[in-house]
């Protein structure tokens, strides 16, 4: 089992252009959580899908990002017109279920986005 | 809205030695769950030990220990005989049991000499 897999591990973009980080959850597991880690914090919620489906994206900023997970590949957490402010490291989490009983969540490594 | 709070953003400890990272929160839940979880330099988010509210003895998982004060809210980890591959950032986590999202502190950076 590969674990949760995301790439790049690192990204560099100038400002303006687009970053789109990818994550493969481990498998079977069909629900995913993006969270950001801005330096010398800790990680903070983003948004909660299932497969084709948004669930939670309360922690998501309402401009520029968005995030998707189709019924084949990898979920695409997607960052347009990228400013300094975006430089972080994006985590991908994934579940079987949805994290009721506080078991089951895996954590990928990490993309660290550089906006340049 | 809970939160998370690590008063201690940089610990150190020599090998061999005992270690204890606070952790306090708040909530108005009844039942949740905590975890601290581990950040090496290689960024990887690795679970180190998870605790349920409603269970009153406290989590242990071998070297690593947690004393959960349910009514001062305080969840603070206890690394015993601490080595150098604990170097790391230790996380403190809340999860509502009707949730799914984590709720994490600012963290707080272990360091072991040797």
């Known amino acids: 089992n590969a674990g949760v897999m995301q790439n790049p591990r690192h990204l560099v973009r100038r400002r303006g252009q687009e970053a789109r980080l990818r994550c493969s959850p481990m498998k079977g597991h069909s629900h995913v959580y993006w969270y950001r880690q801005l330096p010398e914090e800790g990680l903070k919620f983003m948004v909660y899908l299932q497969k084709e489906n948004i669930i939670d994206e309360s922690g998501m900023p309402k401009e520029r990002f968005s995030a998707e997970f189709p019924k084949e590949g990898p979920s695409i957490l997607r960052i347009q017109q990228v400013v300094r402010g975006d430089s972080a490291a994006y985590f991908c989490a994934s579940s079987p279920r949805a994290v009721t009983l506080g078991y089951g969540y895996t954590f990928g490594s990490g993309t660290r986005l550089t906006v340049v | 809205a809970q939160t998370v709070t690590q008063s201690q953003p940089e610990m150190s400890v020599q090998e061999a030695e005992t270690v204890t990272l606070s952790c306090t929160y708040d909530?108005?839940?009844?039942?949740?769950?905590l975890f601290w979880y581990k950040q090496p330099p290689s960024r990887q988010m690795i679970l180190v030990i998870r605790?349920?509210?409603?269970?009153?003895q406290n989590a242990t998982e071998n070297r690593f220990s947690v004393n959960f004060q349910k009514a001062a809210k305080s969840f603070s980890l206890k690394i015993s005989d601490s080595q150098l591959g604990d170097t790391a950032m230790y996380f403190c986590?809340?999860?509502?049991?009707?949730?799914?999202?984590?709720?994490f502190g600012e963290g707080t950076q272990l360091t072991v000499n040797p």
């Open positions: 909530t108005s839940e009844n039942n949740y769950y």
């Open positions: 605790q349920e509210a409603y269970k009153q």
């Open positions: 986590a809340f999860l509502e049991t009707s949730g799914s999202r984590l709720t």
